[in-house]
């Protein structure tokens, strides 16, 4: 399983997995990205986010994946800048966070040196 850190995201302490205090890296490594991205469970999660951003329950009942699970893939998305939340203001005491995606587009090159990333943002797309 890939190698992103649970720390230092809003999902910490919520179905956690507790590992380093490393900070979210801006490029992920090729090799952990291909395991996260490979991972089926991950990838049902970013195609049910791809369109709009959604809470986690939601994620689930639309993935048919259980709760922990999608916490877990979500954190690790979230930990190689693949995934970002957003808390909903609702008018009620309620604010739930929602997942959307912080990619446009990720490119794996076969490199001599090994997997190259490169990695397009939302927030770079927007500039453009």
């Not at 230092?8 to 302490?13: N, R, T, V």
């Not at 590992?19 to 490979?38: C, F, H, I, S, Y």
């Not at 999660?45 to 999608?70: G, R, Y």
């Amino acid at each position: 399983m890939s190698n992103f850190p649970a720390t230092d995201c809003p999902l910490s302490g919520r179905h956690s997995e507790e590992t380093d205090d490393a900070t979210r890296p801006t490029v992920p490594d090729g090799q952990d990205l291909l395991e996260l991205v490979g991972d089926p469970y991950t990838f049902d999660i970013l195609d049910a986010i791809a369109d709009e951003p959604m809470e986690a329950q939601e994620i689930a009942e639309t993935t048919d994946v259980s709760q922990p699970t999608v916490y877990r893939r979500l954190r690790r998305l979230y930990r190689a800048g693949i995934v970002d939340t957003e808390v909903s203001v609702d008018g009620s005491s309620n604010h739930p966070t929602q997942f959307g995606l912080a990619v446009t587009r990720v490119t794996l090159a076969v490199e001599d040196d090994g997997i190259g990333v490169d990695v397009e943002s939302t927030e770079e797309r927007t500039a453009e």
